[in-house]
């Protein structure tokens, strides 16, 4: 991104941010100090939040490290927003492996966090997991597991309190 482009997308506009602005900011010259600017900056930028000092994650306490999953959530979006594309695309059986190799990564994510169980944006997540599963339970026409499938997707929706994915 240039910093042209950059100053036309600058989260706070209304302090009147011009290029010499931008480049001050990344020389260090300039210090951004509103947190909502700099959480809206780290969006714009796809730069997780935790390079910024802005999560809860902190490496150096042990108690936030053994309360906090860490996990890319962004990532694991895109994963499954590929493998969506890859069911339009591809044969079926190719569909199918990357389907479970998916549904493989969250168990095995969770075996080892249980944790994650508690964290909405991965139940959400878990829920579009399950969606795919089910989809393709149903284009088998194996109806029993697509209904499990269902059932699943419903309790994690629930327990992930997103209206969206309830519905």
């Avoid at 802005?54 to 890319?72: K, M």
């Avoid at 493989?104 to 964290?119: A, H, V």
Wanted: glycine share 4%.
């Amino acid at each position: 991104m240039t910093l042209a482009q950059l100053d036309s997308k600058w989260p706070s506009k209304e302090i009147g941010v011009n290029i010499r602005y931008v480049q001050d900011v990344e020389a260090g010259k300039k210090q951004i100090t509103s947190i909502e600017t700099l959480r809206k900056l780290a969006s714009l930028l796809d730069i997780p939040l935790w390079k910024f000092g802005l999560s809860e994650y902190d490496p150096f306490n042990e108690n936030t490290v053994l309360s906090h999953a860490f996990i890319d959530i962004g990532g694991l979006y895109e994963l499954i927003e590929n493998v969506w594309y890859i069911r339009l695309n591809m044969p079926s059986d190719i569909t199918e492996k990357k389907i479970t190799s998916l549904s493989n990564l969250f168990d095995n994510l969770i075996k080892e966090n249980s944790r994650l169980l508690g964290n909405s944006d991965f139940l959400v997540l878990y829920t579009q997991v399950k969606r795919l599963q089910e989809v393709a339970y149903t284009e088998k026409h194996n109806y029993e597991m697509s209904l499990k499938c269902s059932l699943d997707m419903l309790d994690l929706a629930k327990q992930s309190g997103d209206i969206v994915s309830d519905a």
